[in-house]
T-cell receptor
Framework: EAGVVQSPRYKIIEKKQPVAFWCNPISGHNTLYWYRQNLGQGPELLIRYENEEAVDDSQLPKDRFSAERLKGVDSTLKIQPAELGDSAVYLC?????????????FGSGTRLTVV | KQEVTQIPAALSVPEGENLVLNCSFTDSAIYNLQWFRQDPGKGLTSLLLIQSSQREQTSGRLNASLDKSSGRSTLYIAASQPGDSATYLCAVIAPGGGNKLTFGTGTQLKVEL
């Protein structure tokens, strides 16, 4: 099994430019999460999907961030326009809603640098 | 609000030493606790998952314990190796939070030759 797949692995953009990240969760995992991890910190939740519905987006900066999960499988996270403070690692994870005790599986992350 | 704390923030040990990493959480009503490893610039690799009904889990040289009543977990690494150098994160999932994983800030481990 491929695990949670994220792309790209690295992205460097100038401030005010748009950027998008892609995530393919583990097959059969109906819950998908986007986390942001700043340097030296633990990951913090941005948005959680159950199937195609965003059920918790309270921490998503909606003025510049958007996300979608088409058909309840792949997901994209977009930032437009990017700011210097958005530099971080963006992590995608998935889990099974019916088996929360099985824990999470994370992707390798996308390291974003805004210059 | 669930808060997770990890002590120490950083640790440097000589190769071969046994070591203990600590994790504490404020709300004992959890589904499970998960320990992750993160190498620099990389994603998270799950090491051990302890269900709320369990007290410990073992994988190779790693042993994780859970004491829900006191809100604590420890990760024991036996006979440490330079390849163990990484940041170790603990995280908990609590009911009512929609399976939200709450992380500690991690312990940065360096094992020296």
């Amino acid at each position: 099994e491929a695990g949670v797949v994220q792309s790209p692995r690295y992205k460097i953009i100038e401030k005010k430019q748009p950027v998008a990240f892609w995530c393919n969760p583990i097959s059969g995992h109906n819950t998908l999460y986007w986390y942001r991890q700043n340097l030296g910190q633990g990951p913090e939740l941005l948005i959680r999907y159950e199937n195609e519905e965003a059920v918790d987006d309270s921490q998503l900066p909606k003025d510049r961030f958007s996300a979608e999960r088409l058909k309840g499988v792949d997901s994209t996270l977009k930032i437009q326009p990017a700011e210097l403070g958005d530099s971080a690692v963006y992590l995608c994870a998935s889990s099974s809603l019916t088996s929360p005790g099985d824990g999470y599986t994370f992707g390798s992350g996308t390291r974003l640098t805004v210059v | 609000k669930q808060e997770v704390t990890q002590i120490p923030a950083a640790l440097s040990v000589p190769e071969g030493e046994n070591l203990v990493l600590n994790c504490s959480f404020t709300d004992s009503a959890i589904y499970n606790l998960q320990w992750f490893r993160q190498d620099p610039g990389k994603g998270l690799t799950s090491l051990l998952l302890i269900q709320s009904s369990q007290r410990e889990q073992t994988s190779g040289r790693l042993n994780a314990s859970l004491d829900k009543s006191s809100g604590r977990s420890t990760l024991y690494i036996a006979a440490s190796q330079p390849g163990d150098s990484a940041t170790y994160l603990c995280a908990v999932i609590a009911p009512g939070g929609g399976n939200k994983l709450t992380f500690g800030t991690g312990t940065q481990l360096k094992v020296e030759l």
